[in-house]
């Protein structure tokens, strides 16, 4: 299915998010669904996929909505807001959907892209494989990659790979390969409590033989798409981190909301726990916390992509500053979420729980390289650079 996004930002941004309330219903009906069996349900991957949701970053000449940064990651946050896991997903694939998108030739487009429409994409960028390149057009592949999030419920999946020179002269270079699910060899380890639903099951190929079409070299220069493809690594998925960050804290806000208006922490009819000032005062803070958050990071990805339209690269005084900004938001998120679920006392304990599911997934999403502390240093040693 062919979906058509307005291209005027403002309306696009307002479809999208459309979008994902129409899935709602589908998502909310699986997630248990999810939970049990350790990957997404197929019936929420069908319901993202089918709502354009995948195609987030995908270049408009392919049906993809293309969407500026604080786009993304207001969509990401809708969904997360609704089920981390789901997000997860989703701010994966849209990734890998967006980079094959923009980056491999004509030939690997048609082999992919099969009648104009998009499929689920996942992987893993980072070179954990090596390739060696025949002398026919081709490159066997072998490696085994980490966190393969959504492996279970794609079509396609994409693998970082180092190619080996042919001479030790040479220099080393990079490739991104990409190869049909069936290819690759799923290995059963995904046993985890958060981001459970997110079946981030770890993966490897032995000699896979894959023509140089299916590859791309990194991602320097794209054969397709617009200003968004100026924004290289680590920024390019910085957004939809910040979107899982702020969309999990955010449910964990109204979860506690509403939990403290019907219940007590003492004996049965008590006040509730909105009643006591301490927490009044605790929530008042956490809800300035989010929102100062959705405004810094509104405000500084808003101005990536304005620079982005000038045709130029971010420095790499940019790169560590929106890279922090991304660490940043998942750590207050975090104190978010976890006030939250202590405010909630014994009744957080249960599996099921909403607060249990927010305080689970952020702590696993919080273990994401790309948003470890370790980036507040790189920005912080950048900063005086001019």
Request: hydrophobic fraction near 40%; charged fraction near 20%; include cysteine.
């Amino acid at each position: 299915m062919t979906i058509s996004w307005p291209t005027e930002q403002i309306e696009k941004r307002q479809a999208l998010l459309e979008a994902v309330h129409g899935t709602r219903s589908e998502i909310e009906a699986h997630f248990l669904e999810s939970e049990d069996q350790g990957h997404l349900a197929q019936a929420t991957a069908d319901a993202l996929l089918e709502a354009g949701l995948l195609g987030l970053k995908l270049p408009l000449e392919l049906g993809g909505a293309e969407a500026d940064p604080v786009t993304q990651m207001k969509v990401i946050a809708e969904i997360a807001a609704i089920d981390t896991s789901a997000a997860w997903c989703t701010m994966v694939s849209a990734t890998n959907v967006g980079s094959a998108g923009a980056f491999l030739p004509d030939r690997g487009i048609d082999a992919v892209f099969d009648q104009g429409t998009h499929p689920m994409i996942v992987g893993v960028g980072m070179p954990f494989g090596e390739a060696n390149k025949t002398d026919d057009g081709f490159f066997e592949i072998s490696g085994k990659w980490p966190y393969g999030s959504g492996i279970k419920t794609s079509r396609w999946v994409t693998a970082g790979a180092k190619v080996k020179p042919a001479i030790q002269s040479d220099v080393p270079f990079e490739i991104r390969a990409i190869l049909k699910t069936e290819q690759v060899q799923i290995i059963e380890n995904w046993d985890v409590s958060g981001l459970r639903g997110s079946g981030s099951n770890d993966f490897f190929v032995e000699k896979a033989i894959i023509p140089e079409y299916m590859t791309w070299a990194g991602d320097d220069t794209p054969n397709r798409g617009g200003f968004l493809y100026n924004i290289k690594r680590p920024a390019f998925v910085v957004f939809g981190h910040a979107g899982i960050a702020l969309g999990t804290a955010k449910r964990a806000l109204v979860e506690i909301t509403h939990f403290s208006q019907t219940r007590s922490r003492n004996l049965p009819g008590q006040s509730p726990i909105s009643s006591n000032p301490i927490f009044q005062a605790d929530i008042a803070q956490l809800d300035l916390k989010l929102r100062a958050m959705n405004a810094l990071a509104t405000e500084e990805f808003g101005e990536v992509w304005q620079y982005a339209q000038t045709g130029e690269k971010l420095s790499d005084k940019e790169q560590a500053k929106i890279r922090a900004i991304g660490s940043w938001v998942t750590k207050e998120s975090l104190d978010i979420v976890t006030k939250s679920f202590q405010y909630a006392g014994g009744a957080a304990l249960n599996k099921n729980n909403p607060l249990q599911q927010c305080f689970r997934d952020m702590y696993a999403a919080s273990q994401h390289y790309m948003v470890s502390a370790t980036h507040f240093e790189s920005y912080g040693s950048e900063y005086f650079n001019t």
